[in-house]
Nanobody
Framework: QVQLVESGGGLVQPGGSLRLSCAASVRIFSFYVVAWYRQAPGKQRELVARFTRGGITNYADSVKGRFTISRDSVQNTAYLQMNSLKPEDTAVYYC???????????WGQGTQVTVSS
């Protein structure tokens, strides 16, 4: 059973930083795409950042220049480094991965990020 476990969320002041982690129970190269999504109260879930197995990365316009997605293939972990955080970044952040085999999509349980003074 494939599992994605997020960690690293919390409360941070505007302008601060957090690093989210997504630990996979299988080799991270088993996935075609690994992505971070977020969902704020009353809003739809939105794509924040993603990388493909080939190393291509994409970011939402709202986070470009502030967030960085990366992976550690030894630890089978994906990361989302979030800098210059704003109150509008407050949301539950979810790790998402699409398996190369069969295209099955997996989600983590989510981690809360709150940006507030």
């Amino acid at each position: 059973q494939v599992q994605l476990v997020e960690s690293g969320g919390g409360l941070v002041q505007p302008g601060g930083s957090l690093r989210l982690s997504c630990a996979a129970s299988v080799r991270i190269f088993s996935f075609y795409v690994v992505a971070w999504y977020r969902q704020a109260p009353g809003k739809q879930r939105e794509l924040v950042a993603r990388f493909t197995r080939g190393g291509i990365t994409n970011y939402a316009d709202s986070v470009k220049g502030r967030f960085t997605i990366s992976r550690d293939s030894v630890q089978n972990t994906a990361y989302l480094q979030m800098n210059s955080l704003k109150p509008e970044d407050t949301a539950v952040y979810y790790c998402n991965a699409v398996a190369v085999l069969g295209g099955v999509q997996y989600w983590g349980q989510g981690t809360q990020v709150t940006v507030s003074s």
